[in-house]
């Protein structure tokens, strides 16, 4: 069982920034993978940026250049660096942690971004 804890999200101005961050109760460094994905209302969940256990990161194409996906070992915590966010950047942004490739993965709660025009 993994538990994850999200935080940071909040309501900014578009042209701005926010960190969101993704605690959990594993060794993420074990982990296959983590990732942020989002939601907004209406759409589907989709991937936003991944991070895979030996380093390797994947991005959105809507957010390539803007958002920066790390992780800090030591804190079993993954960060995610949003620069430069829109008004459709707004939804709720959640964590996601696969401890294998085939694992459907645990979810943390979530976490409200709003951004204003």
């Known amino acids: 069982q993994v538990q994850l804890v999200e935080s940071g999200g909040g309501l900014v101005q578009a042209g701005n920034s926010l960190r969101l961050s993704c605690a959990a109760s594993?060794?993420?460094?074990?982990?296959?993978?983590m990732g942020w994905y989002r939601q907004a209302p209406g759409k589907q969940r989709e991937l936003v940026a991944v991070i895979m256990r030996g380093g390797s990161t994947n991005y959105a194409d809507s957010v390539k250049g803007r958002f920066t996906i790390f992780r800090d070992s030591a804190k079993n915590t993954v960060y995610l660096v949003m620069d430069s966010l829109k008004p459709e950047d707004t939804a709720v942004y959640y964590c996601n942690a696969k401890r294998f490739q085939y694992e459907y993965g645990y979810w943390g709660q979530g976490t409200q971004v709003t951004v204003s025009s």
């Open positions: 594993g060794t993420i460094v074990s982990f296959y993978s």
